[in-house]
């Protein structure tokens, strides 16, 4: 099976738009959470999103707190001043859809799926070999697919040493896929990595293979858009700059 990986695509409907097509025929799209928060287009990323046959997908923490499950008191300042515009914005039914998305932690045959750690769903950021150290005992499968970071990267335990290693994963370059591993596909709506275009991966089940991609898309006219619903300045630059 050809699984397609997103996250984080953070109401950005034109990089969701390149990801989707530049993945081309895939069995089953799962994605790890953050479909809103930061960018100008929360309905038709919602909208886009309901749309993906065969989609799995969780809970991130900007989309608990447009459901009312997070007070936006708990993001910090530009972060929450997206997240009251898309409270505002964001119609019934999109709502309705976002409070299906499972917050806890979800197995997928040898993956499991969760949007920051598998010990803490919501909130923890792996961003380093210590905090994927200590989350390696809290899942059971092979492999955990994490997003939350906006990195594309992976995290290596060594079985035998007990050591956690982290790489940064190189677009294009497949990866084999051993136990134990926590796999980042990095962020398609706002990449923290310092390359500004969209991030996803394909995962194949039967091959046991992971290929990060990265895709161009138009951010000038994200930035457009940004700018026209007067949501922070800053949204629209770290877009263009990979932050
Ligand atoms: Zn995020």
């Known amino acids: ?3 397609l990986v997103i996250s984080d695509v ?5 990089a969701l738009e ?6 081309g025929q895939v069995d089953e799209t799962w994605c790890l959470g953050d479909l809103v928060g930061y960018g100008p287009d929360p309905n038709a990323v919602v909208e886009e999103i309901r749309e ?4 799995v997908c969780i809970l991130g923490n900007h989309d608990a707190a447009v459901m009312g499950r997070i007070p936006l008191e708990t993001f910090n300042g530009d972060a929450r001043r997206s997240l009251a515009y898309h409270e505002k914005v964001i119609n019934a039914s999109n709502v309705d859809f976002i409070r299906t998305l499972p917050a806890n932690p979800l197995v997928r ?9 598998p010990r803490d769903p919501l909130w923890e ?4 070999a210590l905090s994927a150290r200590l989350n390696f005992e809290h899942f059971e499968t092979p492999w955990c697919l994490v997003g939350h970071t906006h990195i594309q990267c992976m995290f290596t335990l060594n079985t035998k040493t007990d050591r956690v ?3 940064q994963t190189k677009p294009d370059i497949t990866i084999e896929l051993s136990p134990k591993l926590i796999l980042n596909p990095g962020s398609v709506g706002q990449p923290r990595d310092r390359d500004p275009r969209a991030a996803y991966a394909i995962y194949d089940t ?3 293979t992971w290929t990060p991609r990265r895709v161009e898309y138009n951010i000038a006219e994200v930035q457009e858009r940004i700018r026209a619903v007067g949501l922070p300045e800053k949204h629209a630059i770290r877009i263009a700059e990979g932050w």
Do not use: C, F
């Open 1 to 3: 099976m050809r699984v």
């Open 10 to 14: 953070h109401a950005n409907y034109t």
């Open 18 to 23: 390149a990801v989707l097509k530049d993945a």
């Open 52 to 55: 993906i046959p065969n989609l």
């Open 109 to 117: 045959g040898q993956a499991t799926l969760v949007h920051g750690s």
């Open 125 to 128: 950021y792996i961003l380093n």
């Open 165 to 167: 290693t982290m790489d």
């Open 206 to 208: 039967e091959a046991r």
